[in-house]
């Protein structure tokens, strides 16, 4: 029995059935690769669900969370401490917009939050109604799962006491319909980041601006995936021009460590007084460190710039495939669709192979790499996704796919370590 096995069975024996049996016991990381317990290299094509903003064990992030752990852990909500408010003063400089920030621990924390926000507008405005979106994922507590859209998580948890209607994404006709002076907010992501990578289509966000705006209603944004550099900016919205009322923030913003921040414009923030809400671990000055450090690692290593012009390639790349119908997203937060329903047995080959992904719908292959990604490593994930549809969808491709190394800069650090990959580095 390998050490792997061993670990399998103690998680099996020890923790409870809802992620069922991860494929992979990983032990460490280094850059864009992850090392399971056994020696095995893979690269990171999912970044911890677009989490690993700067890869793994990247010395920045190390430093900084070094170095406050050893000044300062903890504080709770009782006191206040420097890195909490330098951070909430950066993402207001970052969004662009006047307002407040308040920082939690997760995505779903945060959503919470802004839901409490929301429920707040309606008592003092009579409104209680919420509208939200078909397929939409906000949360898996039970105010967040309120609005989340997949039915099949929602469901076996109702009822939750509150109105919500549901819309399909990215129909403004719907929405139109849907809001009226009865609702109190708009919940939506930019994408939807767990149905496959969905965008909304060009305006619909504005529209979505419009409607609340008119009808006095919040619009509330979540951008826990889409934001801090997934599209290849801070926040998707902003291309549309708009400002919401709040967004809501989380994964890559603390490249690993937890953590989840709400920004509200001046109006919407007044909603929390003093006692309405609050988090023990919130604010965390480890977490803050973190956050911060991994902005000023974006900024000064352009890494937008680097996964804008990948993102270009690796579209032009794998559309010459045939078996791939569309590759949905922007930047490199992916949506790869392909023209048959295999994407899990494509996901379980390419552990085989030394790469992970994930299989969010039956004919979807998503990643969410590392802003620190090279061309190198994407090529050599294009070729192993190929290989992996080679055995699982044979269909031979009518054109070789040309490399992508001088897709663009060679940013994101020193390689590796040299651990063994499952049939060789990729």
Partial sequence: MTYSEQIKARYTAALMGNYGLPPVALREGEGRYVTDVDGNAYLDMIGGIAVSSLGHNHPALVEAISQQAARLAHTSNLFLHEKEVELAEKLLELWGNPGKAFLCNSGTEANEAALKLAILHGAATGKTRIVATENGFHGRSLGALSITGKAAIREPFAPFGRDVVFVPYGDADALKAAVDDTVSAVFLEPTQGETGVI????????????????????????????????????????????????????????????????????????????????????????????????????????????????????????????????????????????????????????????????APRPDTVRIAPPLTITAAELDAFCDKLIEALDTVHPHPSPHPPAPLHDAAPQTGGASPREPHAPGGRP
């Fill in 199 to 358: 965008p909304a289509p060009a305006g619909y966000l504005k529209a979505a601006r419009e409607l609340t705006t008119e009808h006095n209603a919040l619009l509330v944004l979540d951008e826990i995936q889409s934001g801090f550099g997934r599209t290849g900016a801070w926040f998707a919205h902003h291309a549309e021009g708009i400002v919401p009322d709040v967004v809501t923030l989380a994964k890559g913003l603390g490249g690993g460590v937890p953590i989840g921040a709400v920004l509200a414009t001046d109006e919407a923030a007044a909603l929390f007084t003093k006692g309405v809400h609050g988090s023990t671990f919130g604010g965390n000055p480890i977490a803050c460190a973190a956050s911060l450090a991994v902005i000023d690692t974006i900024e000064r290593d352009h890494l937008f710039e680097n996964v804008l012009a990948l993102g270009r390639r690796l579209g032009d790349r794998l559309l010459a495939d045939p078996r791939v119908s569309e590759v949905r997203g922007q930047a490199l937060w992916r949506g790869v669709n392909l023209t048959e329903p295999v994407a899990a047995a494509v996901v379980e080959h390419l552990v085989g192979l030394g790469v992970l992904a994930n």
